[in-house]
């Protein structure tokens, strides 16, 4: 079965129906469905996916490929881990098909230690020892069931506990640290997260990636997120989506929170439809997946100058992404916890349904800012900063609402908001006087000047770039500077012979010679690790020129007349990538 189960997913799993499920908006157009797409912003759709052929294609960003290419470019997987979680949905029985890579190993690997960590921490918190934590728990009105169902834990206040248990497990220090589970000291392991209330951070696929941990008692810092690992990335994942997408989806609608404690207190009353980031401000990753459940969104902020600024700033990237925004904040300065143990759900939901368009939100806040009645001088000023927010919006229809909405409460001509609209940015003389020098010459990427410097530092370890080509380098100076790098590294061992006789071989560059060979690395760096990394970077980017090349000259040909060879190189490209 190994050798046809690609074929197989795609015969029993329907493209247009499974990318159903992340773009929710596709619209038949003709034989193919049509969306905006969802690797990209844009306002005209131009993402295309077809059940004949069981391809998909976006003209505006050139992403295409099969259902295993979408799901691997949708969730950031791995081919084979792609392959498995198809396979699963298809009923097909799956065992990898190629040889698991050392990168899906330590991804396993980690998987399966976080899984360890969080039986643990849970185990710890319903056990004798966690009374501490639990008495906590019940202070902030969380029942036993909704700490089963988030799977909160607890850490002691011991240096070494989770270490040793996993070390007895046979994980080694290596497998800690790379699962942020452990920082490596001069006494071995010692655990990252200690005396914390534990929160089990799982991505919308299911997968514990990460943690969060709230001190217990005195101590700084009052949350602690895990370090970013190979699977988490905090800015890529909403706390509680795991479980909200159901309801997030039936509700129609999502509302954004600031904090665990906050969104577990909401999914204990019925509010399932709330999800908060991780401690840091809303990313364009989240608008993403956002998007896969739904076209509007709440922001519950708080109604302090922060809160208000961070509401502001997230709800303007939602919008950027074709979402609908509201704005709303709880009175009293209470936080969604308190205010639905204090009044209850039905409360808290009409506060959510007495939100602000996000116009409204901003017109009122920038009116606040000026004495009535408005002088000439502040109407430009607060239109100036409105008109922003309304060309971010992407939809032709409610930027016009919103440009009307603007000229009634600011006391102005409809027609003076549009235009201003139409208003390139205004350019200072500074600006002007910036654009107007001679061009010079960019620098490398830095990839490009980090490899040339270690060159020059370690030339022992040349071999490790010798695959690299012209066409793997930004432009044609960063190739001919490397190129000399590289020749005098082969010549010599030595790194200051190496500078001067690279000097030698490219004297218009002697200057850059010079400073990269002056270059200073942390005292952990590793020279052949680095150079490596490096040249494999450079390496990728080669590839995905030649794969930007074949994009335009596909989208040049257009859709139905793309010839085969071209199409199989693309595929051939993006496989390579993906590896």
């Not at 490929?65 to 084979?80: R, V």
């Not at 070494?160 to 790379?178: Q, V």
């Not at 390139?424 to 990839?447: G, I, K, L, S, Y």
């Amino acid at each position: 079965m190994n050798n046809n189960i690609v074929e197989i997913i795609k015969d029993k799993l329907d493209i247009v129906e499974f990318i159903r499920q992340y773009v929710p908006n596709l619209k038949r157009a003709g034989k193919t469905y049509k969306a905006c797409c969802p690797f990209h912003k844009e306002k005209t759709p131009s993402f295309t996916c077809s059940s004949e052929k069981g391809l998909y294609y976006c003209f505006g960003c050139q992403e295409g490929g099969d259902i295993i290419a979408f799901l691997m470019k949708m969730e950031g997987l791995s081919f084979n881990e792609a392959l498995e979680k198809l396979a699963g949905i298809a009923g097909v029985q799956y065992k990898p098909a190629r040889p698991v890579t050392g990168e899906e190993q330590r991804r396993a690997n980690v998987r399966r230690l976080l899984d360890r960590a969080k039986s643990f921490y849970h185990k710890n918190l319903m056990s004798a020892g966690g009374e501490f934590a639990r008495a906590y728990v019940k202070q902030r009105n969380l029942t036993k069931e909704i700490c089963q169902k988030f799977e909160l834990g607890f850490a002691k206040n011991d240096a070494t506990a989770f270490a040793r248990e996993a070390k007895a497990a046979g994980y080694t220090e290596k497998d800690l640290k790379d699962a942020g589970l452990c920082v490596i000291t001069a006494y071995g392991a010692r655990d990252y997260y200690r005396n914390r209330l534990m929160f089990p951070i799982i991505n919308q696929r299911g997968d514990t990636v990460g943690f969060g941990g709230r001190i217990l008692g005195e101590g700084e810092p009052k949350y602690l997120n895990s370090p970013e690992t190979v699977l988490f990335t905090k800015s890529h994942v909403l706390y509680g989506l795991n479980f909200a997408g159901p309801a997030i989806r039936k509700a129609g609608k999502a509302v954004l929170l600031e904090g665990y404690m906050d969104v577990i207190a909401c999914h204990q009353a019925g509010a399932e439809y709330t999800v908060a980031p991780l401690g840091t401000s809303l990313t364009e990753e989240h608008a993403r997946l956002l998007k896969r459940y739904t076209d509007n969104v709440t922001v519950l902020f708080d109604p302090d100058a922060a809160g208000i600024k961070a509401a502001l700033r997230g709800a303007l990237i939602l919008i950027e992404h074709g979402l609908f925004v509201r704005v709303a904040s709880l009175p009293e300065g209470l936080d969604p916890d308190e205010y639905i143990a204090k009044y209850g759900k039905e409360a808290f939901e009409n506060i959510l349904n007495q939100g602000q368009d996000l116009i409204v939100f901003h017109t009122a806040l920038q009116l606040q800012m000026y004495p009535q009645p408005l002088g000439a001088q502040d109407k430009t000023r607060i239109i100036t900063e409105l008109a922003d927010t309304i060309g971010k919006q992407p939809d032709e229809i409610v930027r016009r609402e919103w440009a009307k909405y603007v000229a009634e409460h600011v006391g102005v001509d409809e027609a003076l908001v549009l235009e201003r609209l139409r208003r390139p940015a205004m350019q200072t003389p500074f600006a002007r006087r910036q654009e107007a020098r001679p061009a010079v010459q960019m620098p490398a990427n830095p990839a490009e000047e980090e490899l040339t410097a270690w060159l020059l530092r370690a030339p022992q370890h040349a071999e490790l770039c010798a695959g690299l080509t012209q066409n793997d380098f930004s432009t044609v100076q960063a190739w001919k500077l490397f190129e000399a790098v590289r020749k005098a590294a082969s010549e010599t061992l030595d790194a200051q012979t190496a500078a001067q006789k690279a000097a030698a071989y490219a004297p218009e560059r002697k200057n850059d010679i010079v400073r990269l060979a002056l270059f200073q690395p942390p005292q952990e760096a590793e020279p052949a690790h680095d150079i490596a990394a490096c040249a494999a970077k450079l390496a990728h980017a080669g590839l995905h020129k030649r794969l930007e090349e074949i994009k335009r000259q596909m989208k040049r040909l257009g859709a139905g007349n793309v010839p085969q060879e071209i199409f199989q190189e693309y595929m051939q490209l993006q496989t390579k990538l993906k590896k």
